[in-house]
């Protein structure tokens, strides 16, 4: 261990994610979210998303992430909140910072990775989500509305 950063090695540190909403740019009433295929929440939707690798930006991760689970390739994130609350993630403490964007729901999807499945949800009628997702969604709304 380099003794200079011995520091760092004295304290624990969370884990960082990146989800991403992705809502359909020509109603907005639609997102698209996947159906987890592995622990935690396997076989619940959630938002696309994962942790970031050490060399990647934010945004590097959460393009990444959303093409390794949906196949779309996305360009015009824009970065919405941080969620951080302990016990968001029944692994570990993880801190996520979610980003947003709008597409044509008429691309071609497909689940990858770690995703078994994919579909677009009217924002009206979401299932119960995996983690704090329902919580990022509806701040998402709420901050819309007030917009």
Not at 73 to 94: A, I, K, L, M, S
Not at 132 to 144: E, P, Q, R, T, V
Request: hydrophobic share 35%; charged share 30%; net charge negative.
């Amino acid at each position: 261990m380099n003794t200079e950063n011995k520091f760092c090695y004295d304290y624990p540190r969370p884990l960082v994610s990146v989800d991403a909403i992705i809502l359909d740019e020509q109603t907005e009433s639609k997102i698209l979210l996947i159906k987890r295929k592995n622990y935690p929440y396997a076989e619940m939707w959630a938002l696309p998303g994962g942790f970031i690798e050490m060399e990647e930006t934010l945004e590097e991760s959460v393009k990444r992430e959303v093409y390794e689970e949906t196949s779309l390739t996305v360009y015009n994130f824009n970065q919405f909140r941080v969620y951080g609350d302990p016990g968001r993630d029944p692994r570990d403490r993880c801190i996520t910072i979610v980003f947003f964007c709008f597409v044509n729901h008429s691309l071609p999807i497909k689940a990858n990775d770690d995703a078994k499945d994919i579909k677009w949800f009217n924002l009206k009628e979401l299932p119960k989500l995996a983690f704090d997702h329902n919580k990022i969604i509806n701040d998402f709304i709420a901050l819309k509305k007030n917009l």
